[in-house]
């Protein structure tokens, strides 16, 4: 039987593809959800680019007929702009402000009470990604329910980019001895390309960490991961694999996620510098870092653009200053100004650009979108590498969360290609305080 699906203005903001998601059900709009979409068209972001997309795709289903009467939709369903259902009178005893949300509600409660007095009344569904507004349609009787078709993954299943297994001491010792074996003799199970296994040892006395080949056939010891990186040195297995991947010529994408200090901006760093300054594999090291705000943002700041971007890369800056054992206050900057090698730079000037032959790190990259991080992804070019890498669990982006942003949306959509590599960081090394406030916080 079908369903009567009431969307809310974030849903369209969120992936105004939605419209065409709900298969044989009708998909109603409520005219104050358009009145919300055109305030936002012309914002020169990403919502407003998706408002934007939601007007051009409605204009298209307007040329199929009134779109107040409904309009048939290519996978059996229905969409309708609703005009009539606007009553606040069911409404005004629970929630007494006309606010948009409210209006919104309104328009689901008055069609659910139309549809309880037809013989086969059809359920009515209010779907929204604010959490508020389900909880306030719920207590009406209204069923709601969150989006989830924008979501990569389901659950907090991300890929981790590793694998343990136990394994006979004998094969261990093989694996020292020829530093490589048939992944056929660990696991029958599928494996993507560079994928990490680490092998431990029936008696819990040996252990050994190898990356799966390109081919996905061949588990080959690790040769990068255990060299010492401008003075840096992998702590653990996970970062051990992380400088594997950040300096393995053959794998041009890396996506490195984990909690706070755990050493994701220190390592790509410290490879950047490597390959940059002293090996001469790329020709520039870029930056670049999302610029969304924690708290409440402090508006516009002075002086010239890096100057204007010096407080968002400030995180960067200090593990600079650390790699650089600078001793004074300003000692960084001059520093860098004398590495004309190295540039810093916002996401939002990525566009329109072409990008040959550097090492480019993007930072905070769990509040990019998926068109966002495609639009940085496609900006590379011939020669470059580039390293992706940030919290999904700490998103401040208004419309994502860890499972839908475009760092998580990289992860699984690219682990299968021989171009690229993760992993997940678990453990903390910034200092013990660090990692408990990680865990317990």
Same mark, same amino acid.
């Given at each position: 039987?079908?369903? &009567?699906?009431?969307?809310?203005?974030?849903?369209?903001?969120?992936?105004?593809?939605?419209?065409?998601?709900?298969?044989?059900?009708? @998909?109603?709009?409520?005219?104050?959800?358009? !009145?919300?979409?055109?305030?936002?068209?012309?914002?020169?972001?990403?919502?407003?680019?998706?408002?934007?997309?939601?007007?051009?795709?409605?204009?298209?289903?307007?040329?199929?007929?009134?779109?107040?009467? *409904?309009?048939?939709?290519?996978?059996?369903?229905?969409?309708?702009?609703? +005009?009539?259902?606007?009553?606040?009178?069911?409404?005004?005893?629970?929630? &007494?402000?006309?606010?948009?949300?409210?209006?919104?509600?309104?328009?689901?409660?008055?069609?659910?009470?139309?549809?309880?007095?037809?013989?086969?009344?059809?359920?009515?569904?209010?779907?929204?990604?604010?959490?508020?507004?389900?909880?306030?349609?719920?207590?009406?009787?209204?069923?709601?329910?969150?989006?989830?078709?924008?979501?990569?993954?389901?659950?907090?299943?991300?890929?981790?980019?590793?694998?343990?297994?136990?394994?006979?001491?004998?094969?261990?010792?093989?694996?020292?001895?020829?530093?490589?074996?048939? @992944?056929? !003799?660990?696991?029958?199970?599928?494996?993507?390309?560079?994928?990490?296994?680490?092998?431990?040892?029936?008696?819990?006395?040996?252990?050994?960490?190898?990356?799966?080949?390109?081919?996905?056939?061949?588990?080959?010891?690790?040769?990068?991961?255990?060299?010492?990186?401008?003075?840096?040195?992998?702590?653990?297995?996970?970062?051990?694999?992380?400088?594997?991947?950040?300096?393995?010529?053959?794998?041009?994408?890396?996506?490195?996620?984990?909690?706070?200090?755990?050493?994701?901006?220190?390592?790509?760093?410290?490879?950047?510098?490597?390959?940059?300054?002293?090996?001469?594999?790329?020709?520039?090291?870029?930056?670049?870092?999302?610029?969304?705000?924690?708290?409440?943002? &402090?508006?516009?700041?002075?002086?010239?653009?890096? !100057?204007?971007?010096?407080?968002?890369?400030?995180?960067?800056?200090?593990?600079?200053?650390?790699?650089?054992?600078?001793?004074?206050?300003?000692?960084?900057?001059?520093?860098?100004? *004398?590495?004309?090698?190295?540039?810093?730079?916002?996401?939002?000037?990525?566009? *329109?650009?072409?990008?040959?032959?550097?090492?480019?790190?993007?930072?905070?990259?769990?509040? +990019?979108?998926?068109?966002?991080?495609?639009?940085?992804?496609?900006?590379? *070019?011939?020669?470059?590498?580039?390293?992706?890498?940030?919290?999904?669990?700490?998103?401040?982006?208004?419309?994502?969360?860890?499972?839908?942003?475009?760092?998580?949306? @990289?992860?699984?959509?690219?682990?299968?290609?021989?171009?690229?590599?993760?992993?997940?960081?678990?453990?903390?090394?910034?200092?013990?305080?660090?990692?408990?406030?990680?865990?317990?916080?």
């Amino acid at each position: 039987m079908t369903k &009567i699906y009431v969307l809310d203005t974030n849903v369209l903001l969120q992936d105004p593809f939605a419209l065409f998601a709900f298969e044989e059900h009708e @998909v109603i709009i409520p005219a104050i959800v358009l !009145e919300e979409i055109d305030s936002k068209k012309r914002n020169m972001d990403e919502i407003g680019r998706h408002a934007r997309t939601v007007s051009r795709l409605i204009d298209q289903l307007r040329e199929k007929g009134r779109l107040h009467q *409904g309009v048939p939709l290519e996978n059996g369903g229905s969409i309708r702009v609703e +005009l009539n259902h606007r009553s606040f009178e069911s409404v005004k005893e629970s929630f &007494i402000d006309r606010t948009n949300d409210n209006r919104i509600i309104a328009v689901a409660l008055n069609l659910q009470i139309e549809e309880q007095q037809k013989e086969i009344p059809k359920q009515v569904i209010l779907v929204s990604k604010d959490v508020l507004v389900r909880v306030k349609a719920d207590a009406l009787g209204i069923e709601t329910e969150d989006f989830l078709n924008d979501r990569v993954i389901k659950d907090d299943d991300i890929y981790n980019g590793y694998r343990e297994f136990y394994v006979s001491d004998h094969l261990i010792n093989q694996f020292y001895r020829d530093k490589k074996i048939p @992944v056929s !003799e660990i696991t029958k199970e599928p494996t993507y390309p560079y994928e990490f296994f680490i092998l431990k040892g029936l008696n819990m006395k040996s252990s050994a960490i190898g990356i799966i080949d390109a081919s996905g056939k061949l588990l080959t010891s690790c040769y990068y991961g255990n060299e010492t990186v401008w003075g840096i040195k992998g702590r653990n297995a996970q970062q051990v694999m992380a400088l594997e991947l950040l300096q393995r010529p053959d794998v041009h994408l890396v996506t490195l996620i984990g909690k706070a200090g755990t050493g994701k901006t220190l390592l790509a760093l410290a490879s950047g510098l490597l390959q940059t300054e002293d090996l001469h594999l790329y020709k520039k090291l870029l930056i670049a870092r999302s610029i969304m705000p924690v708290g409440k943002d &402090i508006g516009y700041l002075p002086g010239e653009k890096a !100057e204007k971007l010096r407080p968002w890369l400030q995180p960067v800056y200090d593990n600079l200053e650390f790699l650089f054992n600078t001793k004074r206050k300003g000692e960084i900057e001059d520093i860098l100004a *004398g590495i004309s090698s190295i540039e810093t730079e916002a996401i939002t000037y990525i566009r *329109g650009r072409s990008i040959p032959e550097q090492f480019i790190i993007i930072d905070e990259a769990q509040n +990019l979108t998926k068109h966002e991080v495609k639009t940085i992804l496609t900006r590379v *070019g011939e020669g470059t590498k580039i390293i992706l890498m940030g919290d999904p669990e700490q998103v401040d982006h208004p419309y994502l969360d860890q499972y839908n942003n475009g760092l998580t949306y @990289v992860v699984e959509k690219m682990k299968d290609q021989d171009v690229s590599g993760h992993v997940k960081l678990q453990k903390g090394e910034r200092s013990k305080l660090a990692q408990i406030a990680a865990d317990v916080l």
